[in-house]
């Protein structure tokens, strides 16, 4: 694997006497495709707003592309070039598909451009002509982001958080309530964008994960319970008892887990 883009060292974060993340460390590497995966209360989402600016860590470090962006804020992390989407569809609902993507892709345009009328914003429209293209909006690019089907919301939100070119993207929980033809399609799609970009992803639907992912964390009460790659930790002892559980006759089962 490629040198790390992403590194999580001892990052640690307590609610009062809950401690939702515990001397958690990890890499993403640089164009690839890293799953944090572990039942509910696990601290995966926690952990993305630690990494993401949402909060800061109470202990430990995050270094983003060589820098030590510890506790930076999320707009200074999206100009640095990390970005993320949420997993509650975030989205302007009563602007069209085009204004959600133009609006997003703002940030392209020069400081000395920013009092400029909207439709000199050429920077923001080319952008979002091309991710209309790339995710296959085009044809609603008129249609109110509130009028699309869930599958196609969240193909819109991921177009969002790519607006500004960032060299990194947060996933979290892409696929959440799709259907299997839009999450195979959504699972496709991200494959796809590895490579130039990296991605470090949260995701509930195992053979998903297994399926896309160079690189998996397994989570467990907040901390690290194994990582590597998905044979070796759908292979781990300790992650077959603690997260995908194991039958009497010894297999492994399959499906979901959130």
Not at 83 to 107: C, G, H, K, P, Y
Not at 109 to 130: Q, Y
Not at 151 to 173: H, N, T, Y
Request: proline letters at 3%; one cysteine or more.
């Amino acid at each position: 694997m490629s040198a790390a883009l992403l590194e999580v060292e001892g990052l640690a974060i307590s609610f009062g006497a809950l401690r939702a993340v515990s001397d958690l460390s990890f890499t993403a590497a640089r164009g690839g495709i890293t799953s944090v995966i572990g039942p509910n209360g696990a601290g995966k989402s926690t952990l993305f707003n630690l990494v993401s600016g949402a909060l800061r860590p109470q202990q430990g470090r995050v270094r983003f592309a060589g820098a030590d962006v510890t506790g930076w804020s999320t707009h200074k992390l999206l100009r640095a070039g990390l970005s993320r989407s949420f997993q509650i569809t975030n989205l302007f609902f009563d602007l069209s598909v085009f204004e959600n993507l133009r609006l997003a892709s703002q940030v392209l345009e020069p400081m000395g451009r920013a009092l400029l009328p909207v439709a000199r914003s050429t920077a923001a429209r080319d952008r979002a002509e091309e991710l209309l293209g790339q995710f296959g909006l085009a044809e609603k690019a008129t249609e109110l982001a509130g009028h699309l089907s869930h599958g196609e919301q969240r193909r819109l939100e991921i177009a969002v958080s790519l607006a500004c070119r960032p060299k990194m993207l947060l996933l979290d929980e892409p696929t959440q309530g799709m259907s299997h033809g839009d999450t195979q399609s959504t699972a496709a799609m991200i494959k796809g964008l590895a490579g130039d970009l990296t991605i470090l992803l949260i995701e509930h639907d195992i053979d998903v994960v297994m399926n896309l992912s160079d690189h998996v964390v397994v989570m467990h009460q907040g901390a690290k319970l194994a990582e590597g790659t998905p044979a070796e930790v759908r292979g781990n002892a300790e992650v077959q008892k603690a997260y995908f559980g194991e039958n009497p006759g010894g297999e492994t089962p399959g499906g979901e887990a959130h």
